[in-house]
């Protein structure tokens, strides 16, 4: 007996340790590229986009929001760039930080963060190969994401990675990029990538057009032709693959459907003085596609950034950009930035977490329906940041975070990271991912709710286990009701509870025994992780 006294003594001796550095502030923290120090002209780049986005406000009339606070501007960087809020160490840590200089720090770190890398890379494979696993040996979409998480976290040009996306050659294990081209292969059909699915995924995921409409006939209601699709998709007509993987043969692409066999002439469907006359035939198209004159190309990258950092993009829908119609002046602005400063993705996110749209307020009056129509014209006109549910991987990641009261990333104990990743996993395949149409606007369901309300991840990292979560040490170890109540705010929802939210529950933890005590914080932290406010962007 006196040995497990003695046991639990010790942790809690560590655990008071642990947990007074975590909610102390801390005076160092690792130091990370200051965006506004990447170009001398960062500054004057985010205040184009903001003087276009008021006069784009004046002109409709609308009234912009406030700035939101510091913390809530920091959780919308963490949800975007890594997929997480942020933690209670992070949180704690940022004390220190010149008010003038948090936010720009903040946007730092999270871009060299490898979070940052892992998350953006997966969010972008779902636009260049898709969320399925696709043809068995032949295709790692996991070593695809890898190496695109490693090009993204050397922050290399996006105009070079595109280029290797489309023109690579070699085995799709020691050539990542070809995993682009080989996820195309239907084994049941033919042994060679798929043109006509190649040019769609060029012209959505690249160039934001649907000319893949016009694959079968002419669009019958935009400017697509079906002879324009056949000549994109005749780049990857001497596309093929063998036991050394994936290579271009001389030979020239047939069309299946012709009253002959015919010849097609690879042609690209707007900027033809742009293709290169020299060459072989994806790398004349991966040069076309990444041309800094291609406005195409660049205006597709900023929309789908855009969508990313607000959960929805500048024009909708994101891969339709209509090549007739006016596209928004922050759009021009932002494509002209990307090209002239290098295709450098990393700036251009930071741009975008920068303007004064991404941060202001999303707080909506609807005191009557005037107000409420106010509301929803302003947010249309991008005069409050929109607010968008959290998708699944975001809601669990959030979840895990909020568990722990350190940081958890790269840095974490293997262990950790690998229940991390089986959590994760079984969460995402139990509550639901939307894959590819993951900008769509959906609502939440019934069976979202009773897995957040019910599922054993929650229940998991809710409960009274001394060792592993947060709400556990934070009611064993808080000074008092009050300090346990603001670092559970904290953890779950990134914000001190207001005078009346602690009013409420400091009166729910007074006068109560130790058990009563920890039941009703591990309640409270149930109660915070099932809020609307958890589960939201906002």
Known sequence: ????????????????????????????????????????????????????????WSSRGVQPALRAPEWTIARRMSLALAGTIPSLQELRRSGAEPAD??????LGELLADRRSSDYLAERLARAFVGVQEGPFLIYRRRRFVSWLADELQANHRYDEIVRKLIAEDGLW????????????????????????????????????????CAECHDHPFGPWKQSQFRALAAFFGQTQQSFTGIRDRAASMESPVAPQVESIVPAVPFHAELLPVEGGRRQRLAKWVTHPANDAFAQATANRVWAIMFGRPLVEPVDDISRDAEVPEVLKLL?????????????????????????????????????????????????????????PEQVVGSLLQAASLQTIDHQSHILVRFARAVGQNEFIERYGDSGEDE????????????????????????????????????????????TA??????????????????????????????????????????????????????
Request: charged share 25%; aromatic share 8%.
């Open 439 to 482: 900008l769509l606007p959906q609502g939440g369901t019934i069976p979202q709710r009773l897995l957040m309300m019910n599922g054993k991840l929650v229940n998991d990292k809710t409960q009274d286990n001394l060792l592993g979560n947060a709400a556990t040490q934070i009611a064993v170890l808080s000074p008092n009701d009050e």
């Open 173 to 212: 294990t020691d050539h990542p990029a070809t995993n682009f081209i080989t996820v195309s292969i239907k084994p049941d059909q033919k042994k060679d990538p798929d043109e006509n699915a190649l040019a769609a995924r060029v012209s959505r995921a690249l160039l934001g057009v649907r000319l893949d």
């Open 101 to 106: 200089q948090f936010l720009s720090t903040w």
């Open 1 to 56: 007996m006196w040995a497990r006294n003695l046991l639990f003594v010790g942790v809690c001796l560590a655990g008071s340790v642990l947990l007074g550095l975590t909610l102390a502030p801390q005076s160092e923290r690792p130091r990370a590229c200051d965006p506004t120090a990447w170009q001398a002209d960062f500054r004057a780049g985010v205040e184009r986009i903001d003087a276009a986005m008021r006069r784009s």
């Open 485 to 538: 109540i603001e670092t559970a705010y904290l953890c779950c929802l990134t914000r001190r509870p207001n005078a009346e939210e602690a009013a409420h529950f400091q009166a729910r933890l007074a006068e109560t025994g130790e058990s009563t005590r920890r039941q009703r914080l591990e309640d409270l932290y149930w109660v915070l992780i099932n809020s609307t406010e958890f589960s939201w962007n906002h």
């Open 335 to 391: 494509a002209d930035d990307f090209v002239s400063h290098d295709f450098n993705l990393r700036r251009l996110l930071a741009v975008v977490a920068s303007c004064e749209a991404f941060q202001l307020d999303s707080l909506q009056k609807t005191s009557d329906d005037r107000d409420a129509a106010a509301a929803e014209q302003a947010e249309a006109a991008w005069a409050m940041f929109p607010i968008t549910r959290l998708r």
